[in-house]
Structure formats: C-alpha cells, structure tokens
Nanobody
C-alpha cells in the first residue's frame, strides 16, 4: 500500500510564496513513476499543475509556468512544489499523485488527501 501525504499549505497574501511537500510511504514504485501536483478549487474540476519524470523532465500548466517549480528528492521519497508570486486564482486544494501527469495515468495511481492553499488579494 502506498500513501502520499501533503503538507505546507496555508494562507498567504497575493505575491507571496509557499512550498508544498509530499512524502511517499509504504511499498511502491516511487523512483520509477512520474509524480504530479494537481489542484481543485470550488466549482472547478481538478487540473494538473506540474509533473516530474524519473529522469527529471518537468511539465507545467500554462497558468503556473514561471511561477511554480516542481522538484523531488527520490532518496527521501519526497516531492515538492515551490510556488512564488501567488495569485488569488491559485487558491485551491493541492494534491500530489503518483503515476500521473496531467491527463496521463499509469497503473500505480495513488493520491494524497490534499492541502489547502488560500491566496488573499
């Protein structure tokens, strides 16, 4: 069983920064799976934010490109999302997921329970 646990959410003023973390525990394929960050805000569907492949290649949504950075420490089984210049539209629950990258889904599909990010104008 694989468990993903997000942390680092909170409230911040527009223009501020937050760093989200996701730790992976249990047996599993961390180290071989693409890892992704997603978010969902009230009244909207879940959207992909960023993902990182085992070789280090990254992808970002257009809305966060240049402001967010995804990184990981596979030895520590941890995934990160550095969020700078936050905007009120970034307000959402943020989730990490394994074997997920935007619309792509692998077989080792696990999700965390999410962490709330609120950006005040």
């Amino acid at each position: 069983q694989v468990q993903l646990t997000e942390s680092g959410g909170g409230s911040v003023q527009a223009g501020g920064s937050l760093r989200l973390s996701c730790t992976v525990s249990g047996t599993g394929t961390y180290g071989r799976a693409v890892m992704g960050w997603f978010r969902q805000s009230p009244g909207k569907g879940r959207e992909g934010v960023a993902c990182i492949y085992p070789g280090g290649h990254t992808r970002y949504s257009e809305s966060v490109t240049g402001r967010f950075t995804i990184s990981e420490d596979r030895g520590a089984r941890s995934l990160y999302l550095q969020m700078n210049n936050l905007k009120p539209d970034d307000t959402a629950i943020y989730y990490c997921a394994s074997d997920r990258c935007f619309d792509w889904q692998g077989v080792f599909d696990y999700w965390g329970e999410g962490t709330q990010v609120t950006v005040d104008s």
